[in-house]
Nanobody, 124 residues
């Protein structure tokens, strides 16, 4: 059974930093993409960043490019999202996701597995 468990959310002031972690278990993710999405109250789930488990290629939403960095640790079966220069508009529940066959990496429904989410709140 695949499990994705996020951690690292919290409350931070604008301009601050947080590092989210996603521990993955239950299968080999060698051919998978791992991604981060976020959802603010009253809004649709939004793509943030993705990384290919094998090779490590990355892709970011324009809104976070240059501020957020996605990375992985194969030995720990974990994916991370380093978030710098946080803004109040980054406030949302952040979800880790994994998918095997993805055509469009920004589409949430292309991902097969999801974590429970972790809250990130950025105060102004």
């Amino acid at each position: 059974q695949v499990q994705l468990v996020e951690s690292g959310g919290g409350l931070v002031q604008a301009g601050g930093s947080l590092r989210l972690s996603c521990a993955a278990s239950g299968r080999a993710f060698t051919s998978y993409r791992l991604g981060w999405f976020r959802q603010a109250p009253g809004k649709e789930r939004e793509f943030v960043a993705t990384i290919r488990w094998s090779g490590g290629s990355t892709f970011y939403a324009d809104s976070v490019k240059g501020r957020f960095t996605i990375s992985r640790d194969n030995a720990k079966n974990s994916v991370y999202l380093q978030m710098n220069s946080l803004k109040p508009e980054d406030t949302a529940v952040y979800y880790c996701a994994a998918g095997g066959k993805i055509s469009i990496v920004t589409r949430p429904y292309e991902y097969d597995y999801w974590g429970q989410g972790t809250q990130v709140t950025v105060s102004s």
